[in-house]
């Protein structure tokens, strides 16, 4: 059993491994073409019309390249946010739809008829110490802002 698991994780970091290298080695030849396309249109304008325009047309090629990453960047982190905010809505609607099930609460009632209140008190104590633990340690990770 453990072999099958220890065989699956080792594949599957296998295929991220090479997925990501073959996005760096991706990602390195579009930083070349990039390079060399500033280099072209450097050396057109410098030909054209001089090296001042040259640099400023280079500098605003790199400004447009680093607004279109900052409004990417900024997109990517509201879609994150967005899926984080549906997922604890989701958790909470399910909490709420467990505890609303009619058959979950006579499931309930005759456990604590099974049991006897008397041994079913320092179970309920302890487990409401740590829902109450739980609870706590989720709103400490939400609360938090998303590491940048």
């Known amino acids: 059993m453990f072999q099958r698991l220890i065989d699956d994780f080792?594949?599957?970091?296998?295929?991220?491994?090479?997925l990501t290298s073959l996005?760096?080695?991706?990602?390195?030849?579009l930083l070349v073409t990039?390079?060399?396309?500033?280099?072209?249109a450097f050396v057109f304008v410098?030909?054209?019309?001089g090296p001042v325009q040259?640099?400023?047309?280079?500098?605003?090629?790199?400004?447009?390249?680093?607004?279109?990453?900052?409004?990417?960047?900024?997109?990517?982190?509201?879609?994150?946010e967005a899926r984080a905010a549906q997922?604890?809505?989701?958790?909470?609607?399910?909490?709420?739809t467990v505890l609303s099930d009619p058959m979950l609460?006579?499931?309930g009632i005759q456990v604590i008829r099974a049991i006897g209140v008397k041994r079913l008190i320092p179970i309920l104590a302890v487990g409401g110490l740590a829902l109450g633990f739980l609870a706590s340690r989720?709103?400490?990770s939400s609360g938090e802002a998303p590491a940048e």
């Open 138 to 140: 989720a709103n400490a």
């Open 23 to 29: 996005a760096a080695a991706a990602a390195i030849a």
């Open 54 to 80: 040259a640099c400023l047309t280079g500098a605003a090629i790199f400004f447009v390249v680093t607004l279109i990453a900052a409004g990417s960047y900024m997109a990517r982190k509201r879609q994150m």
């Open 87 to 96: 997922a604890a809505k989701a958790a909470k609607s399910a909490a709420q």
């Open 10 to 18: 080792k594949e599957s970091t296998g295929n991220t491994l090479r």
């Open 46 to 49: 410098l030909e054209r019309y």
């Open 34 to 40: 990039a390079a060399f396309l500033c280099a072209a």
């Open 105 to 107: 609460v006579a499931t």
